[in-house]
């Protein structure tokens, strides 16, 4: 530092320095750049501090008045711009299946525009990092995916190419699950691949939701009894059903004839999906996000359970628009693990129980 400047109260380094720039001040003071930003640092005299702040204050209040108009729309976007657009903590769950990017053609695009794998891994890792970001404390992310392939056409699977990236993006993980789908091509030297696989993350800092009901099956013996322990010749099972296992294979997979199918989608997942996972892993009211909206599954799962949607995608708006035109909340919420003959085991359980009602006149607060 030159002697000039070790002259000068500090004070009067700053004084100047809230005028002018780093290299004004340097000259003014005969003294190098850096020996002007440790001044500044050692009194926390950043003058751009205070703007960064109110320009970070400024974007947190545009982007939650934008998330409040986007509400219950998908819109066309690409996938990255719509989430950086997203602001922190503003959705329960994240309920999506990526492009797999094995040249799928999507609403008649044709399909030979795959990344390459490095690439394809890197905007993945952008995804899953926003994801994280956008879901509040407890949060669930549920991503539906199967295989891909890198460079050389060799086939990896998506569970094992995410896991690490989600980990990283400092979510927890909950579940894998497996989605059975029996009908595809047959391969002629492996076996054939009949099942997808769900991912389920969370994003520490709450409990994570989870309501088991929507998700139990029947009962296969409903009758079953304790033999031994304090509860012998008690019923083991519950009334609402077995609790849900990892193997989804209550959903069934869509085919070409199906009333649900979107033609112009080569990879559409049933509504069925998204809805169970909804069900299972958020509250009503709660903001459900698809930034892969596609044909409007998720979508139409998050109206017909009484949730918010938000999510984007670059095809497919106007088959979304006429799926949803007609969709309604549901006016009853069904238990799918109750059953004729769980009723019944549980009915013949059932025992008369007389309480005396307390008179009227006492104090029962």
């Known amino acids: 530092m030159s002697a000039q400047l070790q002259s000068e109260p500090d004070t009067a380094v700053l004084s100047f320095f809230q005028n002018h720039t780093y290299a004004e001040t340097a000259e003014q003071f005969a003294c190098s750049v850096g020996s002007v930003w440790r001044i500044v640092q050692a009194a926390d005299a950043f003058k751009t501090r205070e703007r960064r702040a109110e320009r970070a204050e400024e974007r947190k209040r545009r982007t939650l008045a934008q998330f409040k ?31 797999f990017n094995v040249g799928k053609a999507y609403d008649g695009i044709p399909g030979d525009r795959t990344m390459r794998a490095l690439y394809y891994e890197g905007w993945l890792t952008c995804i899953v990092s926003e994801l994280a970001r956008i879901l509040k404390p407890g949060g669930t992310a549920f991503l539906e995916i199967g295989t891909t392939k890198d460079d050389d056409e060799r086939r990896i699977p998506l569970d094992v190419l995410l896991f ?33 696989t769900a991912l ?50 209550d959903v069934r997979h869509l085919r070409h004839n199906d009333g649900e199918k979107v033609e112009s989608h080569p990879a559409q997942f049933p509504i069925a999906i998204a809805r169970k996972a909804i069900l299972m892993y958020s509250m009503p009211g709660d903001v459900v996000l698809d930034p892969f909206s596609g044909s409007g599954s998720t979508q139409i799962a998050a109206l017909q359970t009484g949730r918010h949607f938000i999510g984007a995608d670059l095809f497919y708006e106007e088959v979304r628009r006429d799926r949803l035109a007609s969709i309604e909340p549901d006016r009853v919420s069904l238990l799918p693990g109750v059953s004729e003959d769980n009723m019944a085991v549980w009915q013949a359980e059932a025992r008369r129980r007389e309480i005396p009602a307390l008179p009227f006149t006492e104090n029962v607060a």
């Open 69 to 99: 108009e986007l509400l219950d729309q998908t819109v066309t976007s690409d996938v990255i711009a719509f989430l950086r657009d997203l602001p922190d903590e503003a959705v329960h769950i994240a309920v999506t299946s990526p492009p």
């Open 164 to 196: 690490p990236i989600m980990r990283r993006a400092n979510l927890d993980y909950a579940s894998r699950i497996v989605w059975p789908t029996p009908h595809g091509l047959t391969p002629r030297r492996r076996v054939a691949e009949r099942y997808e």
């Open 200 to 249: 389920i993350f969370s994003k520490p800092g709450a409990s994570q939701t989870f309501n088991p009901a929507p998700g139990r099956l029947p009962q296969k013996y409903p009758g079953k009894r304790a033999f031994h322990g304090p509860r012998i010749g008690e019923l083991t099972g519950h009334p609402q059903g077995s609790h849900p296992s990892d193997v989804w294979d």
